[in-house]
């Protein structure tokens, strides 16, 4: 029964960590439902994340720290996504005002989405790193995995490389967890594969509602393909060790002691 309690103590503060992600994503499916008068789509969604993400820092869920550091996300994604569509790895079909390049604005928060849920259940669970890698380590790894995804167009794709890298760097690294007053651990690459793979399922919910299309989509929907999922775990990556170095700048969430539960 404790085991029980635990697991949905931890799926509640998961959902509340996730709030972000599930306005956009309920915002996605009202919108595919019911046609909003007088503006566009993609404007109306942008218009419902610009007011989730001032409610976020104003009731205090989301401190001004943190804001910086999901604007930087905002950004990021922005770009990846102008490059990408420009490439056409996928499209934005439908009409907008606030489109750059065929990329509407709302887009960048969905990957500040991936920031805000990182922060929020870093927050919730008490998260503290466990032999974290030097700075000169984590920095350069984090730019490389980013920069492949524009690189890869142009010269061999180095993601698998990328991954094995991974390991190797993070081989001895845990996360460690509070869930109720007992703590808990599990290795630090693990938890990038399962946040990725619950991205993923994240990836064919937005697609269903029409976020953006793939050219496998365009006729009819149809499930991503796993390999996406490699994708999105060398995102998050990114994503975590951004929030993980900010963490760790300011001196917090940082041990070299484990007395912690394993997973």
Same mark, same amino acid.
């Given at each position: 029964?404790?085991?029980?309690?635990? &697991?949905?103590?931890?799926?509640? +503060?998961?959902?509340?960590?996730?709030? &972000?992600?599930?306005?956009?994503?309920?915002?996605?499916? &009202?919108?595919?439902?019911?046609?909003?008068?007088?503006?566009?789509? $993609?404007?109306?969604?942008?218009?419902?994340?610009?007011?989730?993400?001032?409610?976020?820092?104003?009731?205090?869920? %989301?401190?001004?720290?943190?804001?910086?550091?999901?604007?930087?996300?905002?950004?990021?994604?922005?770009?990846?996504?102008?490059?990408?569509?420009?490439?056409?790895?996928?499209?934005?079909?439908? %009409?907008? $005002? &606030?489109?750059?390049?065929?990329?509407?604005?709302?887009?960048?928060?969905?990957?500040?989405?991936?920031?805000? *849920?990182?922060?929020?259940? @870093?927050?919730?669970?008490?998260?503290?790193?466990?032999?974290?890698?030097?700075?000169?380590?984590?920095?350069?790894?984090?730019?490389?995995? $980013?920069?492949?995804?524009?690189?890869?167009?142009?010269?061999?794709?180095?993601?698998?490389?990328?991954?094995?890298?991974?390991?190797?760097?993070?081989?001895?690294?845990?996360?460690?967890?509070?869930?109720?007053?007992?703590? *808990?651990?599990?290795?630090?690459?693990? =938890?990038?594969?399962?946040?990725?793979?619950?991205? @993923?399922?994240?990836?064919?919910?937005?697609?269903?509602?029409?976020?953006? +299309?793939?050219?496998?989509?365009? %006729?009819?929907?149809?499930?991503?393909?796993?390999?996406?999922? =490699?994708?999105?775990?060398?995102?998050?990556?990114?994503?975590?060790?951004?929030?993980?170095?900010?963490?760790?700048?300011?001196?917090?969430?940082?041990?070299?002691?484990?007395?912690?539960?394993?997973?």
């Amino acid at each position: 029964m404790r085991a029980l309690k635990q &697991f949905v103590h931890f799926g509640f +503060e998961q959902a509340l960590s996730c709030l &972000f992600p599930v306005v956009i994503f309920a915002s996605l499916a &009202f919108t595919q439902i019911i046609a909003i008068p007088f503006i566009p789509r $993609y404007d109306f969604l942008l218009i419902i994340c610009l007011l989730m993400q001032w409610w976020m820092v104003h009731s205090g869920l %989301e401190t001004r720290d943190e804001l910086k550091v999901i604007t930087l996300f905002h950004v990021i994604g922005l770009i990846l996504e102008l490059f990408k569509v420009h490439m056409g790895s996928w499209s934005y079909p439908e %009409e907008g $005002y &606030f489109k750059i390049f065929g990329v509407p604005l709302y887009s960048g928060f969905m990957y500040a989405s991936v920031a805000s *849920y990182l922060c929020q259940a @870093w927050r919730r669970f008490k998260v503290e790193l466990v032999r974290w890698p030097p700075f000169l380590v984590v920095v350069p790894l984090a730019a490389a995995i $980013y920069l492949n995804f524009f690189t890869h167009h142009f010269w061999i794709d180095v993601r698998w490389w990328l991954s094995g890298l991974v390991i190797i760097v993070f081989w001895q690294s845990w996360v460690t967890y509070e869930v109720n007053g007992t703590r *808990y651990r599990m290795p630090i690459a693990l =938890s990038f594969v399962l946040i990725g793979f619950f991205i @993923w399922i994240a990836e064919n919910i937005a697609t269903f509602f029409g976020a953006w +299309e793939y050219p496998n989509q365009t %006729e009819a929907w149809s499930l991503v393909h796993l390999g996406k999922v =490699s994708s999105w775990l060398l995102l998050v990556i990114v994503s975590f060790l951004i929030v993980a170095t900010l963490k760790q700048v300011k001196g917090k969430n940082y041990t070299t002691v484990d007395t912690s539960h394993s997973l």
